[in-house]
Nanobody, 118 residues
Framework: VQLVQPGAELRNPGASVKVSCKAS????????IDWVRQAPGQGFEWMGR????????KTAQKIQGRVTFTVDTSTSTAYVELSSLKPEDTAVYYC????????????WGQGTQVTVSP
């Protein structure tokens, strides 16, 4: 199983960023994709979840209105797009494939460093 993310993104405040997560080695539509971020010196923050089977999403209240979760099932790729970026959005962004069925499993991407700076 692999979840591959780009290494780093640099954006100006007010811009948008779209981070990809390409999955392989498992049934893409059988696992939810969670997005989690970790700012410098902070704990992990859950951003939201998408169900690749039907596109249904859940979003953390803190970032509602600025974040969009999508998937492309033809390429087994999940995306998170964050708009109106602020310096406090600087963090490592991770995708996490989560199976909630019997046995429960999850797999992590390696993370994408997003830096928001003038």
């Amino acid at each position: 199983v692999q979840l591959v993310q780009p290494g780093a993104e640099l954006r100006n405040p007010g811009a948008s960023v779209k981070v990809s997560c390409k999955a392989s080695g498992y049934s893409f539509t059988s696992y939810y994709i969670d997005w989690v971020r970790q700012a410098p010196g902070q704990g992990f923050e859950w951003m939201g979840r998408i169900d690749p089977e039907d596109g249904g999403t859940k979003t953390a209240q803190k970032i509602q209105g600025r974040v969009t979760f999508t998937v492309d099932t033809s390429t087994s790729t999940a995306y998170v797009e964050l708009s109106s970026l602020k310096p406090e959005d600087t963090a490592v962004y991770y995708c996490n494939a989560v199976y909630l069925g019997p046995g429960g499993r999850n797999y992590w991407g390696q993370g994408t460093q997003v830096t928001v700076s003038p």
